[in-house]
């Protein structure tokens, strides 16, 4: 047989061997990367039209109103006269604060 046919068979079949981990990965993007951006985006834009008076619930579980809106953080009233300076990162929106 020739040898350079069988150089050219031995290429071709290294590269197939690396077909399934490109689709793997493909499929990963696909499914697993690209929505988790998409939500990460979608919470974020939520957060950034975040406005003092609207319920909020915290990381922690704790349930609020926004006072206050600073650059990095929201000042919360949790209770009567019991405000607490909470990370932008850690704030979620109920779903009644969209209902106003």
Do not use: C
Not at 29 to 46: A, L, S
Not at 47 to 75: C, M, P, Q, W
Not at 79 to 98: L, P
């Amino acid at each position: 047989m020739n040898p350079i046919l069988l150089q050219a068979a031995g290429a071709q079949s290294s590269w197939m061997s690396f077909l399934p981990i490109i689709a793997i990965v493909v499929v990963f993007y696909f499914f697993m990367i690209r929505p988790q951006q998409k939500r990460q985006k979608e919470v974020e834009q939520k957060r950034n039209a975040l406005k003092a008076g609207d319920r909020v619930v915290t990381s922690g579980g704790i349930y609020g109103t926004i006072k206050h809106v600073n650059e990095r953080d929201f000042v919360i009233e949790i209770a009567d006269n019991v405000r607490v300076s909470i990370d932008k990162n850690s704030v979620f929106a109920t779903e009644d604060s969209s209902k106003k």
